[in-house]
């Protein structure tokens, strides 16, 4: 009897979508943040310790924690987005509330012994926000956005009534199903487009776009620290970054 072994395999195919140039310049631009004492002094937490903020700058600073503490550092951001478009501006409000290094340390302490004092942080921060809105409008009497589509029907020779109805189902083809284009006239079957805008454009086509953005990136973190004698102190922190865009 002879065995036959007939080798299968699996294959499967998945999307996948990198980052763009820009995205590198987005995640690497950071908010001011930390606790308002850490802000005050223009963020020199490198040595001083004694803040919830040296979790993500100084662990080894926990140590001065004697006692427990619980940190809430809110804030509170405003402003105004202006986009000018055809002469007219246009103004956008920002009014963002933002939660700054907050979290609980417990801790304990002795004046005896080699281990003066030890520290546990639980923290999180708000380290960038992409929270925001622009506005664009304005009357525009010299061109219509339709334009594009009646060049992609002319640039890719499109003379029938059927390549401009299908050819295009993520562009012109929406377009012309939609009337915002048209056939302008036959010459035996074939066809020229226009754009049905045109007709308006002389008394001004009111064009806008608003683009709202939304997330940040906050960063969780566990941070531990040791005192030996208030002249060596130790600590680490474990950070968990999370990225919404």
């Not at 998945?14 to 310049?25: G, H, R, Y």
């Not at 140590?63 to 940190?71: C, L, Q, R």
């Not at 501006?89 to 009014?95: F, L």
Request: proline share 3%; with cysteine; net charge positive.
């Amino acid at each position: 009897m002879k065995k036959v072994f007939i080798p299968c395999a699996l294959l499967s195919c998945v999307v996948a979508s990198a980052q763009e140039p820009v995205d590198a310049l987005r995640l690497s631009y950071t908010i001011p943040s930390g606790t308002a004492r850490h802000q005050a002094i223009g963020g020199a937490m490198g040595s001083l310790g004694g803040d919830i903020t040296a979790t993500y700058v100084n662990p080894a600073g926990l140590a001065f924690y004697k006692t427990g503490d619980v940190v809430l550092s809110p804030s509170y951001r405003f402003g105004k987005n202006k986009g000018t478009y055809l002469g007219r501006s246009e103004k956008e409000s920002q009014k963002k509330f933002d939660l700054g290094t907050s979290g609980v340390i417990w801790a304990s302490g002795s004046d005896r012994g080699r281990v003066r004092s030890h520290a546990v942080s639980l923290a999180l921060n708000t380290t960038a926000d992409f929270r925001n809105k622009v506005l664009y409008r304005g009357v525009n009497t010299q061109s219509s956005y339709s334009q594009q589509f009646v060049e992609e029907l002319g640039n890719n020779n499109i003379k029938t009534i059927d390549g401009a109805a299908n050819g295009f189902p993520f562009g012109s083809s929406l377009a012309f199903n939609t009337y915002w284009i048209d056939s302008s006239g036959s010459s035996a079957g074939i066809r020229s487009f226009r754009s049905r805008a045109g007709a308006l454009a002389a008394s001004g086509l009111i064009q806008e776009q608003k683009m709202e953005t939304r997330g940040g990136i906050y960063e969780p973190s566990l941070g531990f620290a040791i005192n030996y004698s208030d002249k060596l102190m130790l600590g680490g922190s474990i950070s968990i970054p999370y990225v919404h865009y």
